[in-house]
């Protein structure tokens, strides 16, 4: 079973600085299959890349995903007041089929 | 625009069992996507349940989370729109925020994603 492990568990930043979230599989993965999200308080997950560099729909370009193998990351390059979130990385694999990392709470300085 | 909303019992007596459902608006349900449900807890945090798709049988194909495998029913409700989730047998274990979301044309060779997600529902499980 594959297993998904987010660094750092907490990450305190100021708006302007650059923010780099870690997510590290266990085993090889394909690319094809990472993906991350963004969950506010109260809200429900958004999408925010897939296919381990691709944005989704209204995601700002000052967030990219990029990584390989089993080491992935979510950069974000300048951070804005409204990227303060959990981010949360999610992998399809084999059973179970659908696999989350543990997160990474975004938070101000 | 693609909407998703979950509702059912906020409170469900341990042993019993959990019945959800997700109504389904401004797509089909018998479209080329798969229905999942999700649910997240403060200590395990996001966990994915099982998924539905509309062909292959009847009732659907499902694919469910070998954890939860026994204790866990996804249907479609075609006339309705919508998808239901059941789960018996539940503990306190159970108790977390339920969300439906959909895999929009399935996991192709390129991607695969929920996208989008319902708001949520808070299910505790408490006598």
């Known amino acids: 079973e594959i297993v998904l492990t987010q660094s750092p568990g907490t990450l305190s930043l100021s708006p302007g600085e650059r923010a780099s979230l870690s997510c590290r599989a266990s085993h090889t993965v394909r690319s094809d299959y990472l993906v991350w999200y963004q969950q506010k308080p109260g809200q429900a997950p958004r999408l925010v890349i897939y296919g381990a560099s691709s944005r989704a729909t209204d995601i700002p370009d000052r967030f990219s995903g990029s990584g390989s193998g089993t080491d992935f990351t979510l950069t974000i390059s300048r951070l804005e007041p409204e990227d303060f979130a959990v981010y949360y990385c999610?992998?399809?694999?084999?059973?179970?089929?659908?696999?989350f990392g543990q997160g990474t709470k975004l938070e101000i300085k | 625009q693609l909407q998703l909303q979950e509702s059912g019992p906020g409170l469900v007596k341990p042993s019993g069992t959990l019945s959800l459902t997700c109504a389904v608006s401004g797509d089909s349900i018998s479209s080329n996507n798969w229905w999942n449900w999700v649910r997240q807890t403060p200590g395990k945090g996001l966990e994915w349940i099982g998924e539905i798709h509309h062909t292959g049988s009847a009732s659907g194909t499902t694919n469910y989370n070998p954890s939860l495998m026994s204790r866990v029913t996804i249907s479609l409700d075609k006339s309705r729109n919508q998808s239901s989730l059941k789960l018996n047998s539940v503990t306190a274990a159970d108790t977390a925020v339920y969300y439906c979301a959909r895999v929009p044309g399935g996991c192709s060779a390129t991607s695969c994603f929920f996208d989008p997600w319902g708001q949520g529902t808070l299910v505790t499980v408490s006598s």
């Open positions: 999610q992998l399809f694999g084999s059973s179970p089929m659908y696999i």
